[in-house]
T-cell receptor, first 112, second 113 residues
């Protein structure tokens, strides 16, 4: 069943600040994780991924950190912009068939 | 590269009617997923295909939902008969293989009245 969850359902930040969105997972055997961004009326959009043999991966303005010891993921967004306002989901591949499971999501609101 | 295409974008039906959704994945993608997303929740996996075979349908309500992926390309998801609680966005996603990134379509918003 669902194994991926988020600590904070909502996050409000000022434009230009850095944002950190957290996620806990419970399947210790999971080896691949994806962060998605979902804007209103749209499907989830791939942001960044990380495999379990890494603890950090950087993209453009985004960084994902993986702590396998405590089964925790985080997404850091640098210099948050109004266009970053959306719901963010972490997703986990688990099981022999690599089922892709989503958590509940965090609503990020960027205030101008 | 074209993304995942879904149709229709919106559908309103009465309860007990039937409805079908269509998905065309990214060309060459072997893995195809159907998700149900109820308002305010994360997507819930209904069924996962690898080519034209089902690899997981453990959360598909098989008494009313069915899905097929003939020829391992396009897929259809059907609900018959629909219930009020089926009101949701139905998302299709595809990936190059299992355990690679999945890309989503825009979804079909279903309202059952």
């Amino acid at each position: 069943g669902e194994s991926v969850g988020l600590h904070l359902p909502t996050l409000s930040v000022q434009e230009g600040d850095n944002s950190i969105i957290n996620c806990a997972y419970s399947n210790s055997a999971s080896d691949y994780f994806i962060w998605y961004k979902q804007e209103s009326g749209k499907g989830p959009q791939f942001i960044i991924d990380i495999r379990s043999n890494m603890d950090k991966r950087q993209g453009q303005r985004v960084t994902v950190l993986l702590n396998k010891t405590v089964k925790h993921l985080s997404l850091q967004i640098a210099a948050t912009q109004p266009g970053d306002s959306a719901v963010y989901f972490c997703a986990e591949f688990w099981g022999s068939n690599y089922k892709l499971t989503f958590g509940k999501g965090t609503l990020l609101t960027v205030n101008p | 590269e074209a993304g995942v295409a879904q149709s229709p974008r919106y559908k309103i039906i009465e309860k007990r009617q039937s409805v079908a959704f269509w998905c065309n994945p990214i060309s060459g993608h072997a893995t195809l997923y159907w998700y149900q997303q109820i308002l305010g929740q994360g997507p819930k996996l209904l069924i996962q295909f690898q080519n034209n075979g089902v690899v997981d349908d453990s959360q598909l309500p098989k008494d009313r939902f069915s899905a097929e992926r003939l020829k391992g390309v396009d897929s259809t998801l059907k609900i018959q008969p629909a219930k009020l609680e089926d009101s949701a966005v139905y998302l299709c996603a595809s990936g190059g293989s299992m355990n690679t990134e999945a890309f989503f379509g825009q979804g079909t918003r279903l309202t059952v009245v």
